[in-house]
């Protein structure tokens, strides 16, 4: 263990690790841009495509040098993914119980950001993937497994309890204890883009939630879905459009808060 810590030391004393992993915020801000801009046009009729990470690998694809763009993707969220681990290992707060929450956190986070990029390269590659066929196969899968209902059920009341973690460090500002923010207008605004990101996302993140919890109750794997499915399902809603075209705008400030994070970060 002592031999792994000593190298996440050296990882993170590294100039090029830390620019990377910043990169890496700003490459994960540009995805929620181009999410949150798929979702707008889903909300005001205009189609858009799959308002998740899979639909904005392909719109970047898409763009001149895109292709460039994707390896830079992956390369900046294979960064932070490390910068995260390195988190882990070496973790100190007094509190076990604490300590061991964070690591959890951290290693979570780590591999969402794996996930990412690994969907980041199949689209650089020249592949494409469909998160929601993905959910529904892994919704049935589940179910064809023993308790297969109770595991779906469980599947989606963790994904609605990240959705409420998200809103709730939103909502109380917890983000702010790990960025070293500026003064004045710059610190409100940057803020305020926080606040309204983490609320929104939670939002998104809730609702696939509630698709894999519906999943359990009607026996339906085809039920299942990721973000896109999520967002899809919030135009069906009364004032449906308007709510996602509020989710929309409020992943894009998500978007632009995690690009200043890459500024002021504490890392």
């Given at each position: 263990m002592s031999a792994s810590k000593d190298a996440a030391r050296k990882a993170q004393d590294s100039t090029a690790f830390r620019v990377a992993a910043r990169v890496g915020y700003v490459v994960l801000g540009l995805l929620h841009l181009v999410i949150g801009a798929i979702a707008i046009s889903i909300a005001t009729g205009a189609g858009g495509g799959e308002a998740d990470q899979s639909g904005a690998m392909q719109q970047i694809r898409e763009a001149p040098a895109?292709?460039?763009?994707?390896?830079?993707?992956?390369?900046?969220?294979?960064?932070?993914?490390?910068?995260?681990?390195?988190?882990?290992?070496?973790?100190?707060?007094?509190?076990?119980?604490?300590?061991?929450?964070?690591?959890?956190?951290?290693?979570?986070?780590?591999?969402?950001?794996l996930a990412i990029g690994f969907t980041a390269a199949v689209f650089a590659a020249g592949g494409s993937s469909d998160s929601e066929d993905s959910a529904s196969s892994f919704s049935q899968t589940l179910m064809a497994a023993p308790a297969g209902v109770f595991l779906v059920g469980l599947v989606g009341l963790v994904i609605l309890g990240i959705g409420v973690a998200f809103v709730f460090r939103g909502v109380t500002r917890k983000f702010e204890e790990n960025l070293s923010l500026p003064g004045g207008a710059a610190r409100k605004g940057i803020v305020a883009f926080?606040?309204?990101?983490?609320?929104?996302?939670?939002?998104?993140?809730?609702?696939?939630?509630?698709?894999?919890?519906?999943?359990?109750?009607?026996?339906?794997?085809?039920?299942?879905?990721?973000?896109?499915?999520?967002?899809?399902?919030?135009?069906?809603?009364?004032?449906g459009p308007a709510v996602l075209w509020v989710v929309g705008v409020g992943l894009i400030l998500y978007g632009l808060f995690s690009i200043a994070r890459a500024r002021y970060a504490r890392m």
């Amino acid at each position: 263990m002592s031999a792994s810590k000593d190298a996440a030391r050296k990882a993170q004393d590294s100039t090029a690790f830390r620019v990377a992993a910043r990169v890496g915020y700003v490459v994960l801000g540009l995805l929620h841009l181009v999410i949150g801009a798929i979702a707008i046009s889903i909300a005001t009729g205009a189609g858009g495509g799959e308002a998740d990470q899979s639909g904005a690998m392909q719109q970047i694809r898409e763009a001149p040098a895109g292709v460039f763009a994707l390896w830079a993707v992956v390369v900046g969220l294979a960064a932070l993914a490390a910068w995260q681990i390195a988190e882990a290992l070496l973790e100190r707060d007094p509190d076990t119980k604490k300590a061991w929450a964070h690591r959890v956190k951290y290693l979570g986070t780590a591999v969402t950001y794996l996930a990412i990029g690994f969907t980041a390269a199949v689209f650089a590659a020249g592949g494409s993937s469909d998160s929601e066929d993905s959910a529904s196969s892994f919704s049935q899968t589940l179910m064809a497994a023993p308790a297969g209902v109770f595991l779906v059920g469980l599947v989606g009341l963790v994904i609605l309890g990240i959705g409420v973690a998200f809103v709730f460090r939103g909502v109380t500002r917890k983000f702010e204890e790990n960025l070293s923010l500026p003064g004045g207008a710059a610190r409100k605004g940057i803020v305020a883009f926080g606040v309204a990101g983490y609320v929104a996302k939670g939002i998104a993140i809730g609702v696939a939630g509630i698709l894999f919890l519906a999943a359990a109750v009607t026996h339906d794997p085809e039920a299942a879905g990721g973000l896109d499915a999520a967002l899809k399902a919030l135009v069906e809603l009364p004032f449906g459009p308007a709510v996602l075209w509020v989710v929309g705008v409020g992943l894009i400030l998500y978007g632009l808060f995690s690009i200043a994070r890459a500024r002021y970060a504490r890392m």
